[in-house]
T-cell receptor, first 116, second 114 residues
Framework: GAVVSQHPSWVICKSGTSVKIECRSL??????MFWYRQFPKQSLMLMAT?????????EQGVEKDKFLINHASLTLSTLTVTSAHPEDSSFYIC????????????FGPGTRLTVL | AQTVTQSQPEMSVQEAETVTLSCTYD???????LFWYKQPPSRQMILVIR??????QNATENRFSVNFQKAAKSFSLKISDSQLGDAAMYFC???????????FGTGTRLQVTL
């Protein structure tokens, strides 16, 4: 149990286009999901916390108009990178916290975004 | 703000030997949780072990155990009988209900040699 999927696993797009990444909890309900960004050989950097049915909470320095987060259901959160540029190229990871199960988070396999 | 420090960017261990990865953290909270996550080359984050701060007993999971020193704010991971599959990045992480989010250390890359 406690599986989190991400789609797509990798994406290449042209500069100026928007890209949507989906994060799904497959066998549990997640009231809270998290989006991280990871640069090569670095740690995970939290971008935002997504709560079902409410606006996401963004970390300091993360542009909320650039990285749109929607958590429309208890099993799905999406991250849309708007008007992507090469500097947005990175590895994006989501995680989901199981409802009523304390603080354990389950991580998705990540999405590699390359902006040309 | 809470910080997590992993002072060993890289470690190496021979197969079947034991290795200890270090982690220290800074917090003013009394109730919190500590985690070790493994990130293999696939980049899938895998929970290795967790420790509740209110528990004095060190957590163990098969070949993995921790040395939790609350007063010293230290949380090291010991891997016994190392296997080739243990080669990965290891991240120490801290969680408190106040912040409701994980804070990760910078990671330690573990190599396992024959």
């Amino acid at each position: 149990g406690a599986v989190v999927s991400q789609h797509p696993s990798w994406v290449i797009c042209k500069s100026g286009t928007s890209v949507k990444i989906e994060c799904r909890s497959l066998d549990f309900q997640a009231t809270t999901m998290f989006w991280y960004r990871q640069f090569p050989k670095q740690s995970l950097m939290l971008m935002a916390t997504s709560n079902e049915g409410s606006k996401a909470t963004y970390e300091q320095g993360v542009e909320k108009d650039k990285f749109l987060i929607n958590h429309a259901s208890l099993t799905l959160s999406t991250l849309t990178v708007t008007s992507a540029h090469p500097e947005d190229s990175s590895f994006y990871i989501c995680s989901a916290r199981r409802s009523g199960k304390g603080n354990e988070q389950f991580f998705g396999p990540g999405t590699r975004l390359t902006v040309l | 703000a809470q910080t997590v420090t992993q002072s060993q960017p890289e470690m190496s261990v021979q197969e079947a030997e034991t290795v200890t990865l270090s982690c220290t953290y800074d917090t003013s909270e009394s109730d919190y949780y500590l985690f070790w996550y493994k990130q293999p080359p696939s980049r899938q984050m895998i929970l290795v072990i967790r420790q509740e701060a209110y528990k004095q007993q060190n957590a163990t999971e098969n070949r993995f155990s921790v040395n939790f020193q609350k007063a010293a704010k230290s949380f090291s991971l010991k891997i016994s009988d190392s296997q080739l599959g243990d080669a990965a990045m290891y991240f120490c992480a801290y969680y408190t209900g106040t912040a409701s989010k994980l804070t990760f250390g910078t990671g330690t890359r573990l190599q396992v040699t024959l």
